[in-house]
Each structure stands twice: as structure tokens, then as C-alpha cells.
């Protein structure tokens, strides 16, 4: 694990409602109609059920149980251990 890490200019508190969270792995589906993608909690990138190839956009990676957040396959890597997730099979 980097040791800066816990500096890294993604993260802003998002330890007071991600930490220790349980996590899915799993295809983006949008929540509605209009709502058709979130972002990364942490970088911001993009996730898009009608995926295309663009920068900074991905239709897979982490949620919340209730797919309210999300996080990028990335940024899990780089903070799993610092905010200790448990990933959960779909
Ligand atoms: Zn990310």
C-alpha cells in the first residue's frame, strides 16, 4: 500500500459513510429512466449502463448493497485496504 495514500487528493471523508462497507462487484444498471449513470466516489469517473468508449468511463465496478455509491475498479484497489471493505458475491 502507498504511503501517502491516506493524503491522496481523492479522498474527502468519504471514511464517515464507506468505511468498512459491504461492497458488490457488478455491471452498472442504471436506477431510471433519466438517471442513467453515477460517478466514482472517489475520482469521479464515470459509470454508464450504455457504455462507450470514452475517458473516464466504465459500466463496471463496486457498489453499496444498494447501489447508491459507487466505486471504480481502480479506487477500490487503491483503498480497499485502507477502508476495509468487504466485497460481497453477487
Ligand atoms: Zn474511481
Known sequence: ???DIKNDW???NQET?????NLC?????QPSE????D???FC?????????????????GYS???NYYWICEECFEDFKDLFKWVVTKE
Open 10 to 12: 481523492r479522498l474527502t
Open 17 to 21: 459513510y464507506l468505511m468498512g462497507i
Open 44 to 60: 469521479m469517473k464515470t459509470f454508464m449502463e450504455d457504455y462507450k468508449e470514452m475517458d473516464n468511463c466504465t459500466n463496471t
Open 34 to 37: 433519466k438517471w442513467n449513470h
Open 1 to 3: 500500500m502507498n504511503k
Open 25 to 29: 462487484y457488478h455491471k452498472y444498471k
Open 39 to 41: 460517478h466514482c466516489e
Open 64 to 66: 453499496s448493497l444498494d
